[in-house]
């Protein structure tokens, strides 16, 4: 069975059709790269999955669970944890508030309490514990939003593009951090840099114009000459 | 100091300043300073309810006069049907609470500002209410009919003042606390970290409304009879929600603060510009916002931060 499983999609904007006819399976414990150009429909995808936003068609499953009806918060609280394009922190609140608004309630963590401040030296922001969130920079409040989506204790982690914005150094520090959570979490990552993030992924799937066009490996995605056309060719220009 | 040990170190100061001022009246303090310190207490109180739902979440009342009002009422009607204080006052907080659930079940579901306009419907709307309905006594208004010593409503109001401070005290500090404060940064972002922010207004707002309320029954007391345009004035909203904002949106020393030098300043301005202390109290609103931004309180705590080079505090104690 498939950890998510999201079946004849459809979403329309007002006349603009984002995503159309796609089918989405995310297995167990993979690294999922999710490519494209812009306005390709990843995003949407994941609002899609995460409960941001509701399909015009199509059902999403989640452990092989209809969740296609049930609120994000609801979806949060299943472990569906996500990251967003454009960082959203809680910005006057400090960075550990950030992490502590995540927590799931002591019931629902059975009693094991979580340990925030292995989770801020996991992305380097044990120093800033105090700090509130507005005075961080893109590449820390990047690294905050991944750490306080990890916070819920999600089984699945939805990236959008989280190395946007980023220095090469925290580019590679970045992906160093993504490689270690891999290990016990299934993720999905929306990536721009195409170059940077495809080695690391077990697979990938590459949207355009709302639609998947290719599927397959790291080695197929790169061979795929309708991926060359639509993205791979447009960014080696 | 620590976060726990500073919320410590407020609510013990808070309950020796209203143990103080709760003894005014046996202390032989003249009746003036007594009065000057129930209204200070009063606004406080009133303003912390506001700060509850508005100051914690972003989401702003224009409401909570009408809240008291609703509260006094209530009390009042029950004191009047003979019933002990202490149900008097539990029923006053309970009609504010049923009231705000009104107003929240609808208007909260929504994000922006439904809720505003919904709590600036519903102030307009109770009063229209209140002057028809016959159990509330029309426009002609509700006395209360047993005197009760002024020492009641007085030390209940002191007692409400410092506990609503303590309580959003603990309350900014907690996981609650800072999962409420996480939706008036950014309410998208709260609901993809399971934050169920419809409920969490809902529950917060009802908290406020009985407070509110309460503040209202005690008033009730204190001043012993309702007249409909007094109760439900648009103006007792209005100093709710300015009370807050001069002294410190979201935290539990900004009402206290503004309240302080709101009922200083009423009391200044009633003799050197009668009339007019509401116009002074929005140009205090006006230079609060334009030069601190967050209040005198967040002004101090981060001019004090700067003094000891140390990082900003982000929504001070
Ligand atoms: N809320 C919205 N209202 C209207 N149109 C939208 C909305 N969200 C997305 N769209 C449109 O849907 C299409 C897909 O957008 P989406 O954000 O999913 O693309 P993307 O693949 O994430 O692109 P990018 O790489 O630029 O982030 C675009 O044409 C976009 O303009
Ligand atoms: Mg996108």
Known sequence: ?237 | MSRAGSTAALAAVTVALGAVAAALPWLGVSSYVRTLVYYACYYMALGQAWNLISGMTGYVSFAHGALAGIGAYATVIALNAQWPVAAGLAAGAAAAGLASLVIGATSLRLRGAAFTFATLFFQELVLLIVRKLPAAGGPGGLVLQEIYPTSLPYVLMVVLAAVATIAVAALRFSRTGVRVLAIKHDETAAVAIGIDSTRLKVAIFCASAAIAGLVGSIHAIFVGSLFPDVVFAVEISLIALAVPLIGGVGTAMGPVVGALLYVGMREVFQVVAPGLHLTIVGLLILAVVLFMRDGIVGAAARAWATRRRTAVPAEGG
Do not use: W
């Open chain 1, 1 to 237: 069975m498939a950890l998510v499983e999201a079946r004849a999609i459809e979403k329309r904007f007002s006349g603009v059709v984002a995503v159309k006819d796609v089918d989405l399976l995310v297995a167990e414990g993979e690294l999922l790269g999710l490519f494209g150009p812009n306005g390709a429909g990843k995003t949407t995808m994941f609002n899609i999955i995460a409960g941001a936003v509701r399909p015009t068609a199509g059902a999403v499953r989640f452990r092989g669970v209809d969740i296609t009806a049930v609120p994000a918060f609801r979806r949060a609280r299943m472990g569906i944890g996500r990251t967003f394009q454009v960082v959203r922190p809680f910005r006057g609140l400090t960075v550990m508030e950030n992490l502590m608004a995540a927590v799931p309630s002591a019931a629902a963590r059975d009693g094991r309490p979580a340990d925030l401040a292995a989770l801020l030296r996991g992305v380097g922001l044990e120093k800033r514990a105090n700090d509130p969130a507005a005075a961080l920079t893109l590449g820390m409040l990047k690294r905050l939003e991944v750490a306080r989506a990890l916070a819920l204790s999600p089984q699945l982690l939805l990236l959008d593009e989280p190395l946007a914005g980023l220095s090469d150094r925290e580019c590679a520090d970045m992906l160093q951090f993504v490689a270690t959570v891999r290990r016990s979490i299934t993720i999905v990552m929306v990536e721009h840099n195409v170059h940077l993030a495809l080695p690391i992924c077990d697979r990938a799937v590459v949207m355009d114009a709302g639609s998947i066009i290719a599927e397959g490996t790291p080695g197929e995605i790169r061979k795929n000459p309708a991926v060359i056309r639509a993205y791979l060719g447009e960014d080696a220009a």
